[in-house]
Each structure stands twice: as C-alpha cells, then as structure tokens.
C-alpha cells in the first residue's frame, strides 16, 4: 500500500512530496513498525513515478518477507540540478555541473525535525533509534551515510548504495575522523564494478574501503556488497533488496519463492 502527501520544508520554503509504503495488513492490525527513510522517494515504489521509469520495487519485496517495515521516502527538487545541492553535506565541484553549495545538513534537518515527527505522529511507528534507519542511493547513498555518521542519536543503520563519494571524500574522510558515531551503529555499503565515471570501481573500492576502516576502528559495523556485474541504475538497486532487508533485520529471513 502506498501512500503520498506533500510536507513543506521549511528550510526551503517548498513543498515536497513524500512516498509511503505500508505493509499490507496495516489498517487491519494494530502493530507498530520499524521505520526505513529513503532519499529519493520517488523512485522507491512505482515505475511511473521514478525518474527513467524503473524503480525499485520496495511493495514486490516486502509482500515476501517475514518481517515487515514503513518506508519513508522523501522526493528530491527536480529543479535543475538542485538535487545535487541537497544532497550534498558539503560545497563541492562536480567535473560536469560546475559548483555547488552543499545543502544536506539543511535536508537532514528537515528529515530529524520535520518529517519524523509527522511520520511518528500520522503512523504507528516505533519511534527510537533502534528501529529508524536511513538508506539511499548515489548522492543519496552519500547522504545516508553522512546522516548516520553525524545523527546516529536517531537513525543504527544506513544503506549505502553506490555512493557519490568522489568530491567530497577528503572532508567526509576528515569528518569521520572525528565523529562520534553511536557504537551500536551499522553500516550496508555496496558498489558495482561496472560503474562508471567518478562512480568507477576503482574510485568506489579506495574510498568506501578507506572509511570503512575507520568505522570499524571506532567500533560501528560495516556490511560489504561488492557486486561483480553491478550499474549505477534502479534496476541494479532492486536486485540488493533481499540483502538489504536480512542487514536490517539481522535473521536472513527472505524467501526466493
């Protein structure tokens, strides 16, 4: 079941669509669920919603596993290449679109401030840190990671998928340094050796490696996905699913029936 409504954001005075997705047998049951926001809500659930008309199917995969969750999608600006700026927790320089001003401490503001707390309110969530994760892809992969790294007093897990890492490594790398990440925070990194450009898998492998042993130095988790024929598409994304969900709930509970 989905669901979608606008929310405004108030830290830039715009309306946003967010996608929702509740189990099946939600208005017939009583249960409270874990809660998973994503980046990039749009493409989450429905092929006509998302941007090159696939996306990745989120409803197909949870109809088939036992345990269940909301997910929460937050749909970025379309507005020409806005979506880069809130999507970046630091200015950077893309080797294609020129300068940007990082906007993504703005956007995690909004996902902490403004729309938990109305997704806790509208829907019966459980509410702590133990059971609110975060997860996205590309720039939102970057994001994911960046929330858990500084806002793990509120999300334990990110997915982070094929992550736009390449001109903000330096300062990510530095900021991890000196964070103070939760202990009992995990992370799900994943990228594919056929990605291409600054998504490439020699870029990807330094940098995800190089963070993720600092991770682990401070004690926090890391699940590796290293996916031998894997693109930087949804179609690629959707395939991680079933190992996305055994990482949040732990018990490798999905059935290839």
């Known amino acids: 079941m989905i669901e979608k409504f606008e929310v405004f954001m108030p830290q830039f005075q715009k309306e946003r669509m967010i996608h929702v997705y509740l ?3 939600y208005h017939q049951e009583d249960e409270s669920y874990p809660v998973l926001y994503m980046f990039d809500g749009h493409n989450m659930f429905l092929d006509q919603d998302a941007t090159y008309g696939h996306a990745w199917n989120w409803p197909k995969y949870m109809e088939q596993y036992r345990n269940k969750c909301i997910i929460v999608g937050q749909e970025c600006s379309h ?30 503001d909004f996902f902490i401030h403004t729309l938990k707390p109305i997704i806790d309110k509208k829907y019966r969530t459980k509410k702590g840190r133990t059971n609110t994760w975060i997860g996205g892809s590309s720039c939102g992969g970057l994001m994911a ?8 007093s509120t999300y334990s897990k990110a ?34 050796a056929l990605e291409g450009g600054t998504h490439g898998f020699l870029h990807e492998t330094i940098y995800c490696t190089q963070l993720s042993n600092l991770l682990m130095k401070k004690g926090n988790k890391v699940y590796f996905n290293v996916k031998e024929h894997g693109k930087h598409t949804e179609q690629d994304w959707e395939d991680e699913i079933p190992m996305m969900l055994d990482f949040l709930f732990e018990n490798g509970s999905f059935s290839q029936d």
Request: without cysteine.
């Open 79 to 108: 507005e020409g290449n806005a979506r880069l700026s809130e999507y970046g927790p630091y200015n950077f320089y893309d080797h294609e679109f020129g300068l940007f001003v990082g906007k993504g401490k703005e956007t995690m």
């Open 159 to 192: 997915l982070v998928v094929s992550p736009y890492l390449y001109p903000t490594f330096q300062k990510l790398y530095e900021e991890t340094e000196k964070a103070d990440i939760h202990k009992n925070s995990q992370f799900y990194i994943s990228w594919g």
């Open 145 to 152: 990671y960046f929330a858990l790294m500084n806002y793990s």
């Open 23 to 25: 189990p099946d047998n």
